[in-house]
C-alpha cells in the first residue's frame, strides 16, 4: 500500500524574506508597543509609588495600633465609630456632602441661565471664575479676616453692624455706673433707680461715672439741672461725676462736669413707669404733670446695653455654614462655567418651539431647559460631591482652635488623629480607608457617566 505524503508548504512569492520577523508591519506594531510603554512606564510607576502603595499601606496600617507594632484587627475601625470627635467629623462631611454640591449645582445654573441674557457674557463669567485661580490657604487667610467678631476687623461683622444700628440704637455708655453710696441701687434687670423718692416740685441730681471724659457726645454741656421745677414738675439731671484734673466733689454738680445728653429716664410709681424724658445736652431731664405723691427715679438698662456686636461666624453653631459659604465663593464660577458650556450645546428650536406654544421663561426653564441639562447637573454634582468629601484647607485654616471639633470633618479629623497631636496613625488609617471608601462610589459613577456619553 502506498503511502501519499504531502509536499511541504512553500512560501509565498510575495513573502517578505527572513519570515514574520522580517515583517515590516510587525516590525511597526511592535515598535509602536514599546514606543507607548516607555511613555505610559513613568506614569505607571508614579501612579503606583503616589496612589496605589498608599492605599495598600494605609489599609495594611489600619489593622495595627498606634505604634504599628501590634496586631488589633478591626479595633480601629470599631473604635472610630465610638469616638464622638470622629462621628462629629462623619456628621459633617454628610452636611457638606448633603449642601455644598446641592448649592453649587442650583447657583451654578442659575447664573449660567442668567449670564445668557447678560450683554458682557465674559468678563461676567471671568469675574465669577476668578476665585478659582486663588489657593484654598489665602481664601482661608481672606474668609477668616472677613468672619472676625470684631467689627473693626470683619467686614461681615461690620456690614451687619451697620445695618442694625440704621434700624435700632445703640447705648452711647454701655460702661457707665453710679458711685458707691450715692443714691442709686441696680436692679436684677441692669437698671439703676434711686433709693430715695422724690415729690413733684423737687430737684434730683443723678451722677454717673465710668464713662472716659474723650467719649463723650460732642455735643454734651456743663451739667445744669435745668432751673427750679415748678407745680407738678420733677426736675433734675444726668452728669459725669468726674471733674478733669481732680478737685471735684461726689454727687454734687461742679463747673467743669459735663451732663450725659440722650439717656432715658423714668419716673417710676408702684413699679409702674408713669413718665419718660430724654436728657438734654447738659444732662437735664423735666417730668411735667405728675399728680402729687411720690416717686423713683429709673434709669433703665438699655441705657447702659453693650453695643451690639454682630454676629459669631465662627462660634460652635455657624462655623460649619461659615465655611461652606467660603467654599461656595470658591466654586461658583466652576460650576457656572461647566453648566453654561452644557447650556450653550442645548438644541435653540427646542427652546423657540416652546416658547411659540404660548409657555412662559420660568416653564422654558422647567421643562425644557433643566431636562436637557440632567445629565450635565449630574455630572456637576457628583464631581463636586467628590470634591467636598476630601476638603480639609478652609477648615483647617478658618476654623479657630476652639471651635475646630465642631467643625472637622474626616479629612481633617485624620490629619488630627495621625498628626496633629493624637500621633495614633492606625486610627488614621482607618479613617482614610473609611473616606477612600466613601469616595470610590461616586468615582465610579463618575467614571460610567463619561464612557456612556462617549459611546
Not at 495594611?60 to 473604635?79: H, I, K, L, P, Q
Amino acid at each position: 500500500m502506498t503511502t501519499l505524503t504531502a509536499p511541504p508548504p512553500q512560501p509565498r512569492a510575495d513573502a517578505p524574506p527572513g519570515g514574520p520577523a522580517g515583517n515590516p508591519r510587525l516590525r511597526a506594531r511592535r515598535r509602536r508597543r514599546i514606543i507607548a510603554v516607555a511613555f505610559v512606564l513613568p506614569a505607571l510607576l508614579l501612579l503606583g509609588a503616589l496612589v496605589v502603595y498608599p492605599v495598600l499601606f494605609s489599609v495594611g496600617r489600619s489593622f495595627f495600633d498606634a505604634t504599628g507594632t501590634r496586631f488589633v484587627g478591626g479595633g480601629n475601625y470599631a473604635e472610630m465609630f465610638r469616638d464622638p470627635a470622629t462621628l462629629t467629623a462623619i456628621r459633617n462631611s454628610a452636611i457638606w456632602v448633603v449642601v455644598a454640591p446641592t448649592l453649587l449645582t442650583g447657583l451654578g445654573l442659575i447664573l449660567a441661565v442668567l449670564v445668557e441674557k447678560v450683554r458682557w457674557a465674559t468678563a461676567f463669567k471671568l469675574l465669577l471664575f476668578m476665585p478659582m485661580a486663588v489657593s484654598f490657604l489665602a481664601a482661608g487667610i481672606i474668609f477668616r479676616l472677613a468672619y472676625e467678631e470684631d467689627p473693626d476687623k470683619g467686614v461681615l461683622n461690620a456690614a451687619v453692624v451697620g445695618v442694625h444700628d440704621v434700624f435700632e440704637d445703640s447705648s452711647s455708655y454701655p460702661a457707665a455706673r453710679p458711685r458707691d453710696d450715692q443714691g442709686l441701687d441696680k436692679a436684677p434687670d441692669g437698671s439703676y433707680g434711686t433709693t430715695g423718692t422724690v415729690s413733684p416740685g423737687q430737684s434730683v441730681s443723678l451722677g454717673l461715672v465710668g464713662v472716659p471724659p474723650k467719649e463723650l457726645p460732642a455735643d454734651a454741656e456743663p451739667a445744669s439741672a435745668g432751673g427750679a421745677p415748678g407745680p407738678g414738675e420733677v426736675r433734675g439731671a444726668v452728669y459725669l461725676d468726674f471733674t478733669p484734673g481732680g478737685g471735684g466733689r461726689p454727687g454734687v454738680i461742679d463747673d467743669a462736669e459735663r451732663g450725659l445728653p440722650g439717656l432715658t429716664v423714668e419716673a417710676v410709681r408702684d413699679g409702674t413707669a408713669v413718665a419718660t424724658a430724654t436728657t438734654a445736652a447738659d444732662g437735664s431731664f423735666r417730668f411735667a404733670g405728675l399728680d402729687p405723691g411720690a416717686y423713683t427715679v429709673r434709669l433703665p438698662a438699655k441705657n447702659f446695653a453693650p453695643p451690639y456686636e454682630g454676629v459669631s461666624w465662627l462660634g460652635p453653631a455657624l462655623v460649619t455654614p461659615a465655611i461652606i459659604g467660603a467654599y461656595l465663593w470658591i466654586w461658583t464660577g466652576f460650576a457656572m462655567v461647566l453648566i453654561g458650556a452644557g447650556l450653550s450645546s442645548l438644541p435653540r428650536d427646542c427652546l423657540e418651539a416652546a416658547r411659540m406654544d404660548g409657555a412662559n421663561e420660568w416653564q422654558v426653564f422647567r421643562r425644557i431647559t433643566v431636562p436637557l441639562l440632567a445629565p450635565v447637573l449630574t455630572v456637576v454634582f457628583v464631581t463636586l460631591v467628590i470634591n467636598v468629601m476630601k476638603v480639609f484647607d478652609l477648615i483647617y485654616i478658618i476654623a479657630p482652635g476652639p471651635v475646630q471639633e465642631d467643625a472637622t470633618v474626616l479629612a481633617t479629623q485624620m490629619w488630627l488623629v495621625s498628626f496633629g497631636g493624637g500621633n495614633n496613625q492606625g486610627l488614621g488609617s482607618a479613617l482614610g480607608v473609611l473616606l477612600l471608601l466613601l469616595v470610590i462610589p461616586a468615582m465610579v459613577f463618575n467614571v460610567r457617566r463619561f464612557r456612556r456619553s462617549q459611546s
